[in-house]
Nanobody
Framework: VQLQASGGGSVQAGGSLRLSCAAS????????MGWFRQAPGKERESVAA????????YYADSVKGRFTISRDNTRNMLYLQMNSLKPEDTAVYYC???????????????WGQGTQVTVSS
């Protein structure tokens, strides 16, 4: 499956962004999906994950209550709504697909190219 992330940009602290991830070339509805991020000099970390049908999700503690992951299997799309953004959310954000539902990036086989999110104070 091929993944294309979009929607990143520059916002001030407290602002919102919505990331999108378009999937093609596979049966999207059979994959667990996740959002990850990597800041300069830091390891890639899990942000959120969602099950095949979208009926269960996982969030990193740092984003709980601010970010919402969702998917539309009819459109082969994954989303990440990010509210109340903080400067520490600044990173390149990646979407990824897995044959299991997991937070650990090692379980993900397919990755998008990343989209930059910059939050200024």
């Amino acid at each position: 499956v091929q993944l294309q992330a979009s929607g990143g940009g520059s916002v001030q602290a407290g602002g919102s962004l919505r990331l999108s991830c378009a999937a093609s070339g596979g049966t999207f509805s059979t994959y667990g999906m996740g959002w990850f991020r990597q800041a300069p000099g830091k390891e890639r970390e899990s942000v959120a994950a969602i099950s095949w049908r979208g009926d269960s999700s996982y969030y990193a503690d740092s984003v709980k209550g601010r970010f919402t992951i969702s998917r539309d299997n009819t459109r082969n799309m994954l989303y990440l709504q990010m509210n109340s953004l903080k400067p520490e959310d600044t990173a390149v954000y990646y979407c990824a697909a897995s044959e299991v539902v997991a937070a650990d990036p090692k379980h993900y086989d397919y990755w998008g190219q990343g989209t930059q999110v910059t939050v200024s104070s």
